[in-house]
């Protein structure tokens, strides 16, 4: 599987994710506004008599405090359900059969190793970035590049690597690539998700 195929995969998992994500919001909007509207018909008994004691302008204050109230909540679970989506999407990456997360990791390292000559650092725990990987890295490089080397260096990512060179690093671990990913599409998730 190639890494389009495996973008894709996560993409319409992370669509279905947040297609289900949107109705279970969207039913619980709909239980919020009920008990909203219900607090704000008492809300608005309560604020009647102080409005007939203390005038039209604390009433605007208080309504427009509620209102604030409300949207601060709302913005927070939206955010919540967007870090739920990609928290999901990055697992998905982890967790993929080996042979399908080396050849992702392989047409990593091709697209991202500038030189070819980089040193490949590994997470800790990394046991399927190997030897045999870096060498079929290195023969789909060929030419003058392929000679990427497996350094004895490990970090602290959890997926993915860090391509290294002198003093240059590019980081190509999977909570960057999901992080880069979540700013590009989390514009349209969010307008997909919210509207």
Do not use: C, H, P
Request: no cysteine; proline share 0%.
């Amino acid at each position: 599987m190639n890494a389009k195929e495996v973008t894709d995969k996560i993409l319409n998992e992370a669509e279905a994710e947040a297609k289900a994500i949107r109705l279970e919001s969207n039913a619980k909007l709909t239980d919020e506004n009920a008990a909203f509207s219900s607090k704000l018909e008492s809300f608005k008994k309560d604020t009647e008599d102080i409005a007939a004691n203390a005038g039209a302008e604390t009433l605007s204050r208080m309504l427009a405090s509620a209102r604030m109230d409300s949207k601060k909540k709302y913005l927070a679970a939206k955010t919540g359900l967007l870090d739920d989506v990609f928290s999901k999407a990055a697992d998905s990456l982890r967790t993929l059969g080996d042979a399908e997360y080396r050849s992702f990791i392989l047409s990593l390292l091709v697209r991202y190793s500038e030189s070819g000559s980089e040193e490949v650092i590994v997470g800790r725990n990394e046991t399927r970035i190997d030897q045999k990987l870096i060498k079929d890295a290195n023969r789909t490089i060929a030419g003058s590049k392929g000679a990427l080397v497996l350094s004895s260096d490990k970090a602290d990512i959890d997926g993915g690597f860090i391509l290294r060179k002198g003093k240059v690093r590019v980081n190509v671990s999977i909570d960057v690539l999901i992080s880069q990913t979540r700013e590009v599409l989390e514009i349209d998730l969010a307008q997909e998700l919210f509207s």
